[in-house]
């Protein structure tokens, strides 16, 4: 069983141009969260989505930063028009179930912004 | 909204020395403790928690302690060795578990 399959490892955009970052959760988990980890710092919670719906998005920025979970293939976190400050590391995590399961981390997508 | 602080920013040791990093909370509301591990360029590892109703828990040469009334729980390592080395993250949530705050990392190093 594969673990949580996050792509690309790195990538880098210019500022102004879109990035898209995928999350493939581990098999027969249906939930998944996003988190943003910025240098020195610890993660902090952006999304949680189900299958078709957005649980939780209390923790994305109200502006060009937007999170899918289709009912087929990976989820999508996705900021138009990045800027420097969006440089981070983005950690998708899913879990079977939410609320008293452990949820599992992928490798996480390097973003850096020129 | 729930913050998390962590001490030490960093932390070196002996190997087989023990190390100690210690986290409060703010919202006593918070009843969902993980601790992380995180090595270079992977993602968070779980490798311990705690509930609200559990002052102590033990796994091999890890344990972790929560103090309810102080809001702060700490994860102890005993007779570290060399893979201890990483950067170990706290965390709390209120009881959804999904939503969780992290502290700000502390990147042990145990030297051979």
């Known amino acids: 069983n594969a673990g949580v399959m996050q792509n690309p490892r790195h990538l880098v955009r210019r500022r102004g141009q879109e990035a898209r970052l995928r999350c493939s959760p581990m098999?027969?988990?249906?939930?998944v969260y996003w988190y943003r980890q910025l240098p020195e710092e610890g993660l902090k919670f952006m999304v949680y989505?189900?299958?078709?719906?957005?649980?939780?998005e209390s923790g994305m920025p109200k502006e060009r930063f937007s999170a899918e979970f289709p009912k087929e293939g990976p989820s999508i976190l996705r900021i138009q028009q990045v800027v420097r400050g969006d440089s981070a590391a983005y950690f998708c995590?899913?879990?079977?179930?939410?609320?008293?399961?452990?949820?599992?981390f992928g490798q996480g997508t390097r973003l850096t912004v020129v | 909204g729930e913050n998390v602080e962590q001490h030490p920013s960093t932390l070196s040791v002996q190997e087989g020395d023990s190390a100690v990093i210690k986290c409060t909370y703010s919202?006593?509301?918070?009843?969902?403790f993980p601790w992380y591990k995180q090595e270079l360029g992977k993602g968070p590892q779980l490798i311990i928690d705690?509930?609200?109703?559990?002052g102590e828990k033990k796994d091999q040469r890890i344990a972790v302690t929560l103090n309810k009334t102080a809001k702060h729980f700490s994860l102890h390592i005993t007779e570290t060795q060399p893979e201890d080395s990483a950067v170990y993250f706290c965390?709390?949530?209120?009881?959804?578990?999904?939503?969780?705050?992290f502290g700000a990392g502390t990147t042990v190093t145990v030297r051979a």
């Open positions: 705690i509930r609200s109703n559990v």
């Open positions: 098999k027969g988990h249906s939930h």
């Open positions: 995590a899913s879990s079977p179930l939410v609320g008293r399961t452990e949820a599992f």
């Open positions: 989505l189900q299958k078709e719906n957005i649980i939780d």
């Open positions: 965390a709390a949530s209120m009881g959804n578990d999904y939503k969780l705050s």
């Open positions: 919202d006593s509301a918070s009843n969902y």
